[in-house]
């Protein structure tokens, strides 16, 4: 069965510094991974995905991760962040089939 | 992109009601949708795969009768909480399978029920 860690409950960075959101999974074959993002009382919004190809991938709103096989990871990062970043963020790996397991969640808050 | 509505956001119900969540894949067919529990400061738990046509199936530990499921349509699915009980209070969330993309699913904006 598949898992995802995000060892850092909550993370507070400045206004304009950098971030990185740290994601371990584990799962038995190739995985399909994601990153979303959750504002209070909302559902979730797809950031980026990884299935194949490129380790380094591109997302909405300036956001980017790298996968990272042999450290079973999948980072988020973003060089500079804006005040609308603070938000909850959930890694999740996926089979298939569609089902997708979540992490815990990280809840960003983003000092001015 | 694609777009799933879920109504109602926010329900009140006396214990021992029930409550009815309907989401809707609003611009794609979804034979596959999900509904995720998630109580607070927690991560989403997935309750149950709805599949068109047929029945839906329960993760382990969710009991069928107290979360009825029905995907009647390509486009909507929908979970009754029977017999509500104070602890049914949560935050419900529902995805849609979007068929036309590889293993991406688009998430409803959620309920919030609140069993008195």
């Known amino acids: 069965a598949q898992s995802v860690t995000q060892p850092d409950i909550h993370i507070t960075v400045s206004e304009g510094a950098s971030l990185e959101l740290r994601c371990n999974y584990s799962?038995?074959?190739?995985?399909?991974l994601f990153w979303y993002v959750q504002s209070p009382g909302q559902g979730l919004q797809l950031l980026l995905k990884?299935?194949?190809?490129?380790?380094l991938v591109q997302g909405i709103k300036g956001f980017e991760a790298e996968f990272k096989r042999s450290q079973s990871s999948f980072n988020l990062r973003k060089p500079s962040v804006h005040w609308s970043d603070a938000a909850e963020y959930f890694c999740?790996?996926?089979?298939?089939?569609?089902?997708?397991?979540f992490g815990d969640g990280t809840t960003l808050t983003v000092k001015p | 992109g694609a777009v799933v509505s879920q109504h109602p956001s926010r329900v009140i119900c006396k214990s021992g009601t029930s409550v009815k969540i309907e989401c809707r894949s609003l611009?794609?067919?979804?034979?596959?949708m999900f509904w995720y529990r998630q109580f607070p400061k927690k991560s989403l738990m997935l309750m149950a795969t709805?599949?068109?046509?047929?029945?839906?199936?329960?993760e382990q530990g969710v009991e069928k009768d107290k979360f009825l499921i029905n995907h009647a349509s390509l486009t909507l699915s929908t979970l009754t909480v029977t017999s509500a009980h104070p602890e049914d209070s949560s935050f419900y969330i529902c995805?849609?399978?979007?068929?036309?993309?590889?293993?991406?699913?688009?998430f409803g904006a959620g309920t919030r029920l609140s069993v008195l």
């Open positions: 990884y299935f194949s190809g490129d380790t």
């Open positions: 995805s849609a399978r979007d068929p036309r993309v590889e293993n991406i699913q688009y």
């Open positions: 999740a790996v996926g089979t298939n089939a569609g089902k997708s397991t």
């Open positions: 799962y038995g074959a190739t995985p399909y």
């Open positions: 709805s599949n068109e046509g047929s029945k839906a199936t329960y």
């Open positions: 611009d794609f067919q979804a034979t596959t």
